[in-house]
Structures are given as C-alpha cells and as structure tokens.
C-alpha cells in the first residue's frame, strides 16, 4: 500500500451486472410483531445458555524485536520524542517495543502509522493521527518536539530535523472503551488513515477514515471521521484481513470476500459512482469469488486466489499492476470486477500477492518471487536491459514503462515474506536476511542511500547483521523489519 493515489480513470461505459456478484452486507434488524411483554412466552431462566466462542484465527506466539528506517516526519517509526531526525538511514531497533516490556507478536504497516499486537493481547499504535488511524487521543497541550534538538552522533540518522508530537511518536495502547473485556485480537491491518483488528472469532473493528481522489469520503456512511475503535456492524465468520489504500478485503471462514472503502478506481471489483460512494463503506460480498484461501492489496488494486490455485485481479490498471494484460498501460486503464491473472497459471502455486503503487508481486509455494507492472519507478527490482521484449509495454518515446508478465525476482534465495510501499520493496528470505530495491527518497529502503535503488540489495547493519529477520512491512516512506526475539 502506499499513500497517494493516482490520478482518477476515464470510466468505461457502464454494463449490467448480475445481481449476485455484489451482495450488500447491512446491519440486522429486530423484527418487531407488536406483541406486549406480558404477552411474550414466559421463558426459564436454566434454559438461557451463553454461546460458546468458536475460534477461527490465534495471533502469533514469537515475540518480535523491531526494526525501523526510512522517513519519520509524521512519527511513523515509533522512536517516540526522543527521535533526533526526520529519517533514519538503516534500520534501528526500536526501544519502545522491547519484548520484555511490549512482547510485540504481530505488525501492521499503513501509509504513515503502523500498529502491534502485544502477546497480552494490546493494540498499540504510532505515527499521523490527523484524519484518527491510531484509534485514541493524541492531543497534546505541550507543544511539539523538535528533532535538531536531540543530540546524536550516529550515522544513521540523517542531518534533517523536524517536528513531533510525542503521543503520536510512541507507541500505545489503543482506545479499548467499546471493546469488551473478552475481546481477543489475532491479526490487524493498516491502510492510508484508517486500521482494523480481527478477533479470535471472526469479527473486525476498525477506525479512521477513508479518501477518494477528491478528498475525505468518510469512515461509514453516517460517521465522517471513526476515533475510537467499533465494530463493524455486518462481518462475521473472517478469518483475514488486508488493506490497501483506501480499501480493505476480508475473507471468510466459507471463502466468501468482502471489499469496502474508496471504489473510484474499481478496487471494489463494482462500479462506484458518487451517488453511490458513501454506501460502498459498507461491507458488501463479491458474489463471483468463491472458495478463496487467501487475499491480497495493492495501493488500489486487489487479489484473490481460490482453493483451485487461480489467481484473480481487480482494480487500478494502469500500469498492468492487476496483472491482467489487456489495456495495460492505458491512462486510466481498470480491470472492474476480478478477472483470472492468465500469467500466473503456470508459475507454481500461489501462496501469498500483493503491491504498491504501479506494480505487483506474488510468491510461490516454493518460494520464488514474481513481479509484474510499473518499471521506471524501479519497483519491480529488474535489470531491464535484460528483459525479454515480448513482456515489455513501451512508452511514446521507446523507454520501457510496464513489465506485463509476471517475472521471476533474481533474489538470493527463497522468499518468506514480501511487503510492498508505494515505490520501494522489501524481501525477507529464508536464511533470515532482508533486502530492499526501489524508490529510496527519505531512505526508506534502509540501504543508508537516497538514491534509486534498481535491484534487490542486502540490508545489512551492526543492528541486524546478526539477526534471523522474519517480517517485514512498508509504509509511504519508511520500512520495518522484525527478528525473532
């Protein structure tokens, strides 16, 4: 995910579409047949039993150290107000999530602000609360710290300062006010300026807001701006949550996929009009995706893979980024509702697709890495002199623009993990070591260079060159990395 948008599509002529593609999700309510309460049955009381909690999900038990790099001018790297720079060159380990305090188990990357599971079971979040992602109150009546003002020697920071408020730069629990007592968290999600948690047993609360290309659309249809967490009303039975953007997929217990957030750029698999815009914030099923095991996101852009091993792409296309060929590359272009990704048929077994901005990947059960969509912007960690033409979209003036075939990562072993920012990309491979390629400005790759970085590159420190890393995860401008602890 990643946190601008591109510029809106030119809209193809609208279609008629089967009603059971699209099946709203809407709040229930209780019939009422006018009765009396002396005239309701009497009921006993040892009849009345509490349902038992079935659980579909359990979060993570390695507890997690911390890593952050990259751009910190909105408090995303959690060093809280003692911070002395707008970036952080290569990756440090972050003191606010020590595991003998914290006990982090699971991380989730926004556009600006990132979240953990503690193994108590805490959210805690960090990082822009502007529009409400961190889901509690960072007001802050002793003004903001500045960054110059904290000496540092190390070599890892960079020499631009800059400005924090130090309830949004630390990490804390999340507002649990409308959570009940027994609630128990296993997976979380983060997209531009809004963040979601699942429960054990297959209900999502969420908070924030969502944007479209013209500004603030809102958190639902009647509630603007959602500062606290809630549940939303309508999920139940998910088993996984993803998000992109503006946007966020939910998968079921019965392979069933739910999308809602901004749809201008048909990242809901539905045409969204702006008539219609504000009742996309209600969860709906995609009624042509059955038997799904796993979802996935890009900026605006989205994936499924089914039980079967097809592979399917909805969304912003603009770049050839859904992984669907035809009118790849067009301004404007969009795959409207999921279409099966025909390049990854042959290619292994899909266990895990996401992506940034303009391009995409996809890792297979054996793991390899495959990339597919924007090339300039060096995303997609090719050596493009070294591409069969065949794959590659040219733009006017004969420079490669698009990688329209999914196409094998020269990585150096086998991928465990992939995360995607808007322009830049880390791998985490099986022997433990990270490394980063892409758009480095603010050095968001943690390679210590603001330069574009055309290839993978190892990520390599005296904070984790001794490290066996396990995760990682890309924001906006920043990344993070996690070790076992």
């Known amino acids: 995910m990643a946190p601008k948008a591109a510029p809106a599509p030119t809209r193809a002529p609208g279609r008629k579409r089967k009603a059971v593609e699209d099946i709203p999700i809407r709040p229930s309510k209780k019939p009422s047949n006018g009765t009396t309460k002396s005239e309701e049955p009497a009921k006993s ?55 003998d ?11 600006m602000h990132c979240l953990a599971l503690a193994k108590s079971g805490t959210v805690y979040s960090w990082g822009g609360n502007d529009l409400g992602a961190l889901g509690r109150d960072t007001n802050w009546a002793g003004g903001l710290v500045d960054m110059s003002d904290n000496n540092s020697d190390s070599s890892d920071d960079d020499d ?60 639902s249809p009647s509630v603007r701006k959602q500062e606290k967490p809630v549940l939303l009303e309508g999920l139940k039975g998910i088993t996984k949550i993803a998000a992109g953007e503006n946007h966020v997929l939910a998968l079921d217990a019965k392979g069933s996929v739910y999308v809602w957030g901004a749809g201008e750029l048909a990242q809901l698999g539905r045409r969204i009009t702006e008539r219609n815009r504000l009742q996309a914030l209600i969860p709906w099923r995609i009624g042509s995706l059955k038997n799904i095991v796993e979802i996935g ?3 605006s852009h989205s994936f499924a893979i089914a039980k079967d091993g097809r592979c399917f792409g909805w969304g912003q296309n603009n770049y050839g980024q859904t992984g669907i060929e035809s009118d790849a590359g067009e301004s404007g272009a969009i795959v409207p509702s999921p279409k099966v990704i025909e390049g990854l048929r042959d290619l292994g077994t899909i266990t895990s697709i996401g992506g940034g901005n303009a391009h995409s990947y996809a890792i297979t059960s054996t793991g390899k890495t495959l990339v597919w969509g924007r090339l300039d912007a060096c995303a997609t960690g090719q050596v493009v002199a070294d591409l069969d033409a065949e794959r590659v979209i040219k733009d ?90």
């Open 45 to 99: 009381r040892k009849q009345v039993k509490t349902k038992a909690k079935t659980v579909l999900t359990t979060a993570p038990k390695q507890v997690l150290e911390v890593f952050v790099f990259g751009g910190n001018s909105a408090a995303e790297l959690g060093l809280g107000d003692t911070a002395t720079s707008a970036s952080v060159k290569r990756p440090r380990l972050n003191p606010n999530l020590a595991p």
């Open 101 to 111: 305090a914290v006990g982090v188990v699971h991380l989730a990357v926004g556009g």
């Open 160 to 219: 631009e300062g800059g400005k924090l408020n130090p309830k949004e730069a630390t990490p804390t629990p999340i507002d649990s006010s409308a959570i009940p007592a027994n609630t128990v968290f296993t997976q979380l999600a983060a997209s531009d300026n809004a963040s979601f948690a699942l429960t054990d047993d297959g209900l999502v609360y969420g908070w924030g807001i969502f944007r479209g290309t013209d500004g603030d659309i809102g958190f």
């Open 297 to 299: 996101t890009g900026s």
């Open 396 to 485: 006017e003036r004969g420079r490669p623009r698009i990688l329209k075939a999914p196409t094998e990562l020269p990585l150096a072993g086998t991928a465990e993990c992939v995360a995607s920012g808007g322009e830049h990309c880390i791998a985490v491979l099986a022997d433990g070591k990270a490394y980063s390629w892409g758009f480095s400005d603010a050095y968001r790759t943690g390679l210590g260079t603001d330069d574009d970085v055309a290839t993978p590159r190892l990520i390599d420190n005296t904070a984790v060159r001794e490290k066996k890393l396990v995760w990682a995860g890309a924001g906006g401008q920043f990344g993070v990395v996690a070790a076992a602890a």
